[in-house]
């Protein structure tokens, strides 16, 4: 049989003015990228333990509304009030974590700064599982939210830094998958656990996170290189990528840190243009994303269910969402590379607007004009269903994905910290009052306000953001430029 061979160039890097540099492959030769894409995956495991959390307060707040003292450790139900403490505290936490710690990434490297942080992540879990006081549940929320907020700002940094150009979408995406079976994990286990189990569990992968990634996966190539570390960023991309034969791709990365190798603070961000730009770009996407109010529904899910007035099981529903979360992101995973980042959040945009002036109009349509809605009263957990598998293509992952590639390397830690400080501002205000305006004004309000922030992010993205698919660092920056 005769067989067939080509000659394959390899996308290694960029020189120091932006171009592409490519290398002849001597013979028949296949690119062996397992242990990248592992270290990927080892490196979300602390990012699944902390999304956990998010979906954690949906069946938590069923357990601690409960009269039963065997079901609510706190022996009596918690209140509207608590309950709003209990699911945004998380976001509080968040929005401030990378404020405090941000710029610790660029001092002891974004390998160490991220198992610095799981630590506390488990303690605080652990500390839930024996609590009996609300106070206690209040300090260890915020706590595990602000670790939260670091390991949101730091992840996509180091997955961004240890990917090659070609693969970097696909690569920074997974980030999200693994968000998104964190959220799914909790709502399997919620219904079937108990309070202290549940929470151990989500501690798990935070342990698993902290032996691995400690022991098997290297620091970033491009951080090390920064602080002046080549001899060992060598060593490190050798192994990330499997070979020994890294010398152009290493001496490409010497060349772009070597530009921006001044490290710069977080103020400096307001004084560089193309930082300024890259975060105005990363507060409209986080606004488009929280906004669209996906964290208030992932919290409140079992009581819009239960307003909806859905027959089917709350169970069955809950766990659909996460499936069809989780289902989502994979199709974005697939399509970030070969439809680029402006098309596919475009698209997920629209689709996230439909379904909201759906749900809107729907609740409007039952609850303030009073219509008999019982034939259609299917459309409520479907058009839910609908908007968090289109949010879950675009508008929810990618985000984290553009932030990871727009700023430039000098202000990249501070840039991705900022932009996750903003991002949980919005979720924390989405998700607190979501449940005070649900009680005060009705549903329907809830889902009209989400309506027109998400098309006045869509114009935004429309607008201002830039397609970065397969653009090396230096092409991305001359983008900002114009």
């Given amino acids: 049989m005769e067989q067939r061979y080509q000659v394959v160039y390899k996308s290694v890097g960029e020189n120091i003015d932006g171009k592409l540099l490519l290398k002849k492959e001597d013979g028949p030769q296949r690119k062996n990228r397992t242990f990248l894409y592992l270290s990927a995956v080892i490196a979300n495991l602390f990012v699944f333990s902390v999304s956990s959390l998010f979906s954690w307060s949906s069946p938590a707040i069923e357990k601690l509304t409960s009269n039963s003292s065997d079901i609510n450790p706190l022996g009596e139900p918690i209140t509207a009030v608590q309950e709003s403490w209990i699911a945004s505290l998380l976001q509080l936490g968040a929005a401030i974590g990378p404020l405090l710690f941000g710029k610790i990434s660029d001092i002891i490297g974004r390998k160490k700064t991220l198992l610095v942080m799981a630590v506390p992540n488990v303690i605080c879990l652990l500390t839930i599982c024996y609590a009996r006081s609300i106070t206690i549940f209040y300090i260890c929320r915020f706590m595990n939210g602000l670790v939260t907020g670091m390991a949101f700002a730091i992840t996509p940094v180091y997955l961004s830094e240890i990917a090659e150009v070609h693969n970097r979408g696909a690569i920074s995406n997974l980030m999200t998958f693994f968000m998104n079976s964190g959220v799914l994990f909790s709502f399997l286990l919620g219904p079937f656990c108990s309070l202290k189990l ?225 991002l949980f501002i919005f979720s924390f205000a989405v998700t607190f009052t979501f449940r005070v305006f649900m009680s005060l004004y009705g549903i329907a309000i809830c889902f009209s306000l989400n309506t027109c922030f998400v098309f006045c992010g869509m114009l935004f993205i429309y607008f201002v953001l830039p397609e970065t698919k397969g653009k090396t660092d230096s092409e991305i920056q001359k983008l900002l430029t114009k």
């Fill in 198 to 422: 549940l929470t151990f569990f989500c501690a798990l992968p935070s342990i698993l996170f902290i032996i691995l990634f400690g022991m098997f996966i290297p620091e970033s190539p491009k951080f090390l290189v920064s602080v002046h570390k080549e001899d060992e960023a060598k060593e490190g991309l050798k192994k990330l990528r499997m070979t020994k034969d890294v010398n152009d791709e290493f001496k490409a990365i010497l060349a772009s840190i070597g530009a921006s190798k001044h490290q710069k603070g977080a103020l400096e961000i307001f004084k560089d243009a193309r930082s300024r730009k890259a975060l105005i770009i990363t507060i409209g996407l986080m606004f488009t994303c929280q906004c669209s109010g996906v964290n208030s529904v992932i919290s409140y899910l079992d009581t819009i269910f239960k307003v909806s007035g859905s027959t089917l099981p709350l169970y069955f529903l809950t766990n659909a969402v996460a499936v069809i979360q989780v289902v989502g992101n994979c199709i974005s995973v697939v399509l970030i590379e070969k439809l680029g980042r402006r098309l596919l959040i475009l698209t997920s945009a629209v689709c996230v607007l439909m379904t909201e002036i759906t749900l809107a109009a729907y609740f409007y349509l039952r609850d303030v004009q009073h219509y008999n809605m019982d034939a259609i009263s299917w459309l409520p957990a479907g058009s839910t269903i609908a908007f968090i598998f289109a949010i879950s293509l675009g508008v929810s992952p990618l985000p984290f994905t553009i932030v990871g590639e727009i700023f430039p390397q000098s202000t990249k830690a501070s840039g991705a910290a900022l932009g996750c400080c903003v």
